[in-house]
């Protein structure tokens, strides 16, 4: 069955340098999420595209991570500088149009 | 915007007993409530929605109840086996946007 595609699984880097991750959806599906997920908690939406727009990023710290949809299918997203609090979980998913979520199985981010 | 609590933070249950997950939601606009399933390591796996033209809903061993009054949602897990052993997941949608709030996550532990 299809499924949400995710790389790197795993970075380490250092604080103040710059990461960034891919997530490829599900095909056919026109909404794209970005979730970062701290250790014991629940997700929490960073960025959602409709195709290649951004329909909400209120909850992205847009000084230092951003996000791009540019042909409407695969997603980046970016950080720089990292810092030592962005270590977590960031999950990838994909949806049809006001539907059901699919998630990637997420990149682990440490920073030291 | 939206709130989600959920309850217990973790939960031990002894194999083939009942399981069951609360919670509770802010936004009487809520129309969509999902359950993830998250096990180590990789993406929440979505395992049973409920809509909130719906109160019950069922497949196989788990339910999902829903009252739109009280504005909370429960999950239940019958005949548990040591495979539900995992994190799982309330989510609300509020019906505009497609953004789903999680709530902070239930450990849930089969000791066999």
């Known amino acids: 069955e299809a499924e949400v595609a995710q790389s790197p699984r795993y970075k380490i880097t250092e604080k103040s340098q710059a990461v960034a991750f891919w997530c490829d959806p599900i095909?056919?599906?026109?909404?794209l999420y970005w979730y970062r997920q701290i250790l014991g908690q629940g997700p929490e939406l960073l960025v959602q595209?409709?195709?290649?727009?951004?329909?909400?990023d209120s909850q992205l710290p847009k000084d230092r991570f951003s996000a791009e949809r540019l042909k409407g299918v695969d997603s980046t997203l970016k950080i720089q500088p990292a810092e030592l609090g962005d270590s977590a979980m960031y999950l990838c998913a994909s949806s049809r149009r006001q539907d059901v979520q699919f998630f990637g199985p997420g990149t682990r981010l440490t920073v030291l | 915007g939206e709130n989600v609590e959920q309850h217990p933070s973790t939960l031990s249950v002894q194999e083939g007993d009942s399981a069951v997950i609360k919670c509770t939601y802010s936004d009487s606009a809520s129309n969509y409530f999902p359950w993830y399933k998250q096990e180590l390591g990789k993406g929440p796996q979505l395992i049973i929605d409920i809509r909130s033209n719906v109160g019950e809903k069922k497949d196989q061993r788990i339910a999902v109840t829903l009252n739109k009054t009280a504005k909370h949602f429960s999950l239940h897990i019958t005949e548990t086996q040591p495979e539900d052993s995992a994190v799982y997941f309330c989510?609300?949608?509020?019906?505009?946007?497609?953004?789903?709030?999680f709530g902070g996550g239930t450990r849930v532990l089969v000791k066999p």
């Open positions: 989510a609300a949608r509020i019906a505009a946007g497609n953004k789903l709030t």
């Open positions: 595209f409709q195709d290649e727009s951004v329909v909400d």
């Open positions: 095909s056919g599906h026109a909404t």
